[in-house]
């Protein structure tokens, strides 16, 4: 497991064997993490996992008979799926019954990313997090971007995922004056968060950016961290702006305001329109926007 519209797919890995206290409230905070930037679809699949992360403690395997009978753990669209460490397919309330019995360790998306072993890779380091690839939408009939969330609870893993909604400028916002809040708080070690895929500031499409106001250099982008350590100066958009200059004059001059452009849409790998809020904290310029449609 980024705010997304459609569909969602939900997996989950389940096993008799559960996880002590701590690496049980470890997943909680990770979990929280994921959960602070808030869609209607990253929410319900958060509700979905603690559903079925409860009743697998529980019951251990015998949960698995719930996950695979319609209905019963199904929000909508997202249903829940269950492999274990070793890419096995134990469980599905949806269309992928038909993997029941199966290792999908090969599985791989619409443009051949072994997304299930980006999955099990990440819950063997991290009790939780999320993997992006692209899925077909049977409602639109075309391939789109879709998140994975997933938890590990013992030698299983639960995910739910969802095709992605775009953000809202207003959730873009939100977003800005959490980390400024954050950067107030904990000072420079805030940045290594608005990095870090697990560390609450990237959902979906929309993530945190943060430049130096002295030397122009970019210090936090959660959609391309490449960006990190460049210089404000050297970026253009699509059309050849430098609008990460024209960010840190708005900025300084006046120390919060928003700014428009063309950009590459981290989903749909498109050049998109953008529109960013930013703000002033100290000597920084903290950024976030949100894709308002494709560029003309």
């Not at 134990?90 to 619409?110: E, M, P, Y």
């Not at 692209?134 to 030698?155: F, H, L, S």
Request: charged share 25%.
């Amino acid at each position: 497991m980024s705010s997304f519209k459609t569909v969602v797919l939900a997996m989950l890995l389940g096993s008799s064997a559960l996880t002590s206290p701590s690496h049980a409230a470890e997943t909680a905070a990770q979990t929280s993490a994921i959960r602070s930037t808030v869609s209607p679809e990253a929410a319900r699949t958060q509700t979905l996992l603690d559903r079925a992360e409860s009743h697998l403690r529980e019951k251990g395997d015998q949960a698995m008979a719930s996950f695979s009978r319609a209905g019963e753990f199904v929000d909508g669209e997202l249903y829940v799926y269950v492999i274990d460490i070793e890419g096995n397919f134990l469980a599905s309330g949806g269309s992928s019954t038909t993997l029941i019995g199966r290792n999908v360790t090969d599985l791989t998306d619409s443009q051949g990313r072994h997304f299930i072993r980006e999955i099990l890779d990440g819950a063997k380091a991290q009790p939780a997090g999320r993997v992006e690839y692209r899925w077909n939408n049977p409602i639109r009939g075309r391939n789109e971007p879709k998140i994975a969330t997933y938890r590990r609870v013992g030698d299983r893993i639960l995910v739910v995922g969802y095709y992605a909604p775009y953000a809202s400028f207003e959730l873009a916002k939100s977003l800005v004056w959490r980390a400024v809040h954050e950067l107030n708080v904990s000072g420079e070690t805030a940045i290594s968060r608005f990095n870090n895929l697990n560390g609450g500031f990237i959902q979906d499409d929309l993530y945190v950016f943060v430049i130096g106001l002295d030397d122009g250099i970019v210090r936090a982008h959660g959609g391309q961290p490449r960006q990190v350590g460049r210089k404000a100066a050297d970026l253009t958009d699509a059309n050849g702006k430098r609008f990460l200059l024209e960010m840190i004059e708005v900025a300084k001059q006046r120390g919060e305001g928003e700014v428009s452009y063309t950009f590459r849409n981290p989903l749909t790998l498109k050049n998109e329109n953008k529109r960013s809020y930013i703000v002033r904290v100290g000597n920084y310029l903290v950024g976030a926007g949100a894709y308002v449609g494709p560029a003309q």
